[in-house]
């Protein structure tokens, strides 16, 4: 089982930028591909982006293809999702997640292909 632990989520005004990390214990990091999901109110969980074992293949979700980087650390054991040119429609929980995988390339999209979450961490946008 590993353990995730979200950070760097807070209040910014439009335009502007934040970049959040997710820590991860419990198990080797390089040996899970990893995604990072927002949850709005009233809203349903929606995937964000997500990144495989190595860091050298990602995939980000239209809404925020040219905003929003995610990239990893093995060494630190971290993956981080680079948020810029924000808008008040990003404001949600961010949470990010982890998925076995013993291909290199492998990516995941659907929320059901994770096991592990993390608490999540607020972002609130303001206009």
């Known amino acids: 089982q590993v353990q995730l632990v979200e950070s760097g989520g807070g209040l910014v005004q439009a335009g502007g930028s934040l970049r959040l990390s997710c820590e991860v214990s419990?198990?080797?990091?390089?040996?899970?591909?990893m995604g990072w999901f927002r949850q709005a109110p009233g809203k349903e969980r929606e995937f964000v982006a997500t990144i495989n074992r190595n860091g050298d293949n990602t995939y980000v979700a239209d809404s925020v293809k040219g905003r929003f980087t995610i990239s990893r650390d093995n060494g630190k054991n971290t993956v981080y999702l680079q948020m810029s040119i924000l808008k008040p429609e990003d404001t949600a929980v961010y949470y990010c997640a982890a998925r076995y995988s013993r291909y290199t390339y492998d990516l995941a999209q659907l929320a059901t292909l994770y096991a592990s979450w993390g608490q999540g961490t607020q972002v609130t946008v303001s206009s």
């Open positions: 419990g198990r080797t990091f390089s040996n899970y591909v």
